[in-house]
């Protein structure tokens, strides 16, 4: 069974904090992704990744910035978290046709 | 761009019954079309994915169509159980594999016993 897993599932930060989301997939996928889903607007795509050392801008991101030196290494990062930044996060992973999410981060910025 | 559009932010139903769910998309048909489930505080699950040439497809008490022409895919779950409350979401591959999905927004579905 592919397997993605999140380093955190809650998480508690201050306004102006550096974050580290890390997200790791088990399968040798290329593909990985980043969502945020908030009430009412969705899956929005903040950034996603088709190779070691690439990364691409989704919808939404500003704010943020990503990282993959490996391949099954995935970072999302927060350079200074802001209250609006208050969302439930989600990695994916894709190998083929089938998209894979790991359980989620549910991160509060105070 | 690509927008897709779940006709119901929620649907509720009798225990037993068929629930059937809309997914609508504008512009160019997708090389596939899948749909998730996603249970409070969880990420999403694959549950099915059926291609532009196919009509219909079905697994177990599952079965999804898609309509080119009307641009639109049907989700139904037949004999429904209150297990299958959760949300569900249609997702468009425009290109298989090669852009990122475009997802709704979903569907919140309850079941009621």
């Known amino acids: 069974d592919v397997k993605v897993t999140q380093s955190s599932r809650y998480l508690v930060k201050r306004t102006g904090e550096k974050v580290f989301l890390e997200c790791v997939q088990d399968?040798?996928?290329?593909?990985m992704f980043w969502y945020r889903q908030d009430p009412g607007l969705g899956l929005r795509l903040i950034y996603f990744?088709?190779?070691?050392?690439?990364?691409e801008k989704g919808d939404i991101p500003e704010g943020y910035s990503v990282s993959r030196e490996k391949k099954e290494r995935f970072s999302l990062i927060l350079e200074s978290a802001s209250t609006n930044q208050t969302s439930m996060y989600l990695c994916?992973?894709?190998?083929?046709?089938?998209?894979?999410f790991g359980p989620g981060t549910r991160l509060l910025v105070l | 761009s690509q927008k897709i559009e779940q006709n119901s932010e929620a649907l509720n139903i009798q225990e037993g019954k068929t629930a059937t769910l809309t997914c609508n998309y504008t512009?160019?048909?997708?090389?596939?079309l899948q749909w998730y489930r996603q249970d409070p505080g969880r990420g999403p699950v694959f549950l099915l994915l059926i291609r532009e040439n196919e009509k219909e497809k079905r697994k177990e008490r599952l079965k999804v169509t898609f309509d080119t022409t009307l641009k639109q895919s049907l989700f139904h779950i037949t004999a429904s159980q209150p297990a299958d409350s959760a949300t569900y979401l249609c997702a468009l591959d425009m290109s298989r594999g090669n852009t990122p999905l475009v997802f709704g927004k979903g569907t919140r579905l309850s079941v009621i016993a």
């Open positions: 512009n160019y048909s997708p090389a596939y």
């Open positions: 994916a992973s894709r190998g083929g046709e089938t998209q894979y």
């Open positions: 990744s088709y190779d070691v050392k690439m990364k």
């Open positions: 399968m040798d996928h290329e593909n």
